[in-house]
């Protein structure tokens, strides 16, 4: 067998015994080199790469959208408790000056206390922060805080009949719950 012949089979030169050599050991792909067979195989392993790369490259497609969504999430909620956080330190302020309004007897710098109030009050209105309504609503332990009770035939029983701070929230979160009296019947 010369040598010609005996690589036909397309294994260049590679026979069985995994060198390229000339020896006379047979090749270990089948005599006579199935160039269809050979092709076709050849076609699948491709297809099945392909396949599998697509696969690959489209979980990791999911998975960074899923890492930027989990992101843009986390960003957001860090924001809004940043902004939650400077505005609870804001009330104590807002606070004061509601205080020293009502000690203020001279008109001119009541005015000028009610006008820099109401500039705060407007910066939080644009915010989203807004006032929780206590003084004559039912008693809600989700926005009220009870300090004490009192008994007051004027008003129904769990009715909040004065607030001693105001409670505040943005959006759904309560930055200051409202610090309240609720009127309770006396039982006969």
Do not use: W
């Amino acid at each position: 067998m010369d040598e010609k012949e005996k690589h036909e089979c397309n294994c260049e030169g590679d026979c069985s015994c995994g060198e390229n050599c000339s020896c006379d050991k047979n090749c270990s792909c089948e005599e006579g080199g199935d160039e269809a067979g050979d092709e076709t195989a050849y076609q699948t392993n491709l297809e099945s790469k392909v396949f599998e790369y697509l696969q690959t490259a489209q979980r990791l497609q999911a998975e960074f959208d899923n890492y930027r969504k989990r992101t843009e999430e986390q960003l957001k909620q860090a924001r809004f408790d940043g902004m939650a956080d400077a505005i609870s330190k804001l009330l104590p302020v807002l606070d004061s000056f509601e205080s020293a309004s009502k000690m203020i007897s001279d008109p001119k710098l009541l005015e000028g206390f009610e006008l820099i109030k109401n500039q705060i009050l407007n910066a939080f209105n644009v915010l989203g922060v807004e006032k929780i309504e206590a003084k004559n609503t039912p008693f809600n332990p989700a926005l009220h805080n009870a300090l004490a009770t009192q008994s007051n035939p004027d008003f129904d029983d769990d009715i909040v009949i004065e607030e001693y701070q105001a409670g505040y929230r943005l959006k759904d979160k309560i930055i200051r719950y409202s610090q309240v009296i609720v009127n309770k019947k006396e039982e006969n």
